[in-house]
C-alpha cells in the first residue's frame, strides 16, 4: 500500500539554526500539507501546498517558514532560524483530490530544539 | 470550520463494539463529517467520512443523525490495536480556501482494555 514516507525521524538543532523537514508524498497525489504537534497539544495545521504554490497557511506559518516541492517527488520545510517553541511532532500528509478529501499522513519529524 | 464536541476519553473491552460519540450542532449543509484517529507515536490516519447516509468500511461504520447535528463512529469489535485518540472534524465539501485543511480537536482518547 502507497505510504507518506518522512525522513529524519529525529532532528536535534540548536537555537537559531536552519532545517529542513523532507517528505516523499504519494506518487500521484496533487494537494501537500504540513501540519505539527506539540508534545501533549493539538495536531496543528501549517500550511497546504497545491500547483507549485501554497494555497493556505495558517498564522503559525510566518516568514521563519518555507515549503518547497523540488522535483517530482519530494515535499520539504524550512525553518530558518529556529526557536525553542518549534520543538514538535512534524507530519507531511498529501491527498489525490480535494473532493474526496482523505489525507494520508506520514509518520511524522520529531523536531527537537536546544 | 464548525466546531464538533466529543467525549475526552472512552474505555471499551477488546471484541466489544464501541460507540464513539461526536456532537456537531452549527454543521451547515455542505460540511462532510470525517473521522480519523492518531495511535500512540504515530500520525492520524484517516477512518471514514459521510454527508448524510451512513458509511461503512473495512474499519469502521459512520451513523450520521437525521437532522446530522450528531455522528457516531462505530467499531464494530475493538482490538488492542484500536486504541487511539479519535477525532471528528467537519470539512466543507465545496472546496477552495479553507477547506484544505483540517482542523484537529482534542478528540476522545480510546482505551481498549484486553
Known amino acids: 500500500e502507497p505510504e507518506v514516507t518522512q525522513t529524519p525521524s529525529h532532528q536535534v538543532t540548536q537555537m537559531g539554526q536552519e532545517v529542513i523537514l523532507r517528505c516523499v508524498p504519494i506518487s500521484n497525489h496533487l494537494y501537500f500539507y504540513w501540519y505539527r504537534q506539540i508534545l501533549g497539544q493539538k495536531v496543528e495545521f501549517l500550511v497546504s501546498f497545491y500547483n507549485n504554490e501554497i494555497s493556505e497557511k495558517s498564522e503559525i506559518f510566518d516568514d521563519q517558514f518555507s515549503v518547497e516541492r523540488p522535483d517530482g517527488s519530494n515535499f520539504t520545510l524550512k525553518i530558518r532560524s529556529t526557536k525553542l517553541e518549534d520543538s514538535a511532532m512534524y507530519f507531511c500528509?498529501?491527498?489525490?483530490?480535494?473532493?474526496?478529501?482523505?489525507?494520508?499522513f506520514g509518520p511524522g519529524t520529531r523536531l527537537t530544539v536546544l | 470550520d464548525a466546531k464538533t464536541t466529543q467525549p475526552n476519553s472512552m474505555e471499551s473491552n477488546e471484541e466489544e463494539p464501541v460507540h464513539l460519540p461526536c456532537n456537531h450542532s452549527?454543521?451547515?449543509?455542505?460540511?462532510?463529517i470525517h473521522w480519523y484517529r492518531q495511535l500512540p507515536s504515530q500520525g492520524p490516519e484517516y477512518v471514514i467520512h459521510?454527508?448524510?447516509?451512513?458509511v461503512n468500511n473495512r474499519m469502521a461504520s459512520l451513523a450520521i443523525a437525521e437532522d446530522r447535528k450528531s455522528s457516531t463512529l462505530i467499531l464494530h469489535r475493538a482490538t488492542l490495536r484500536d486504541a487511539a485518540v479519535y477525532y471528528c472534524?467537519?470539512?466543507?465539501?465545496w472546496g477552495g480556501g479553507s477547506n484544505y485543511k483540517l482542523t484537529f480537536g482534542k478528540g476522545t482518547l480510546l482505551t481498549v482494555n484486553p
Open positions: 500528509a498529501s491527498s489525490a483530490d480535494l473532493s474526496y478529501n482523505e489525507q494520508f
Open positions: 472534524i467537519l470539512r466543507d465539501g
Open positions: 452549527t454543521i451547515s449543509g455542505t460540511d462532510y
Open positions: 459521510g454527508l448524510t447516509s451512513n
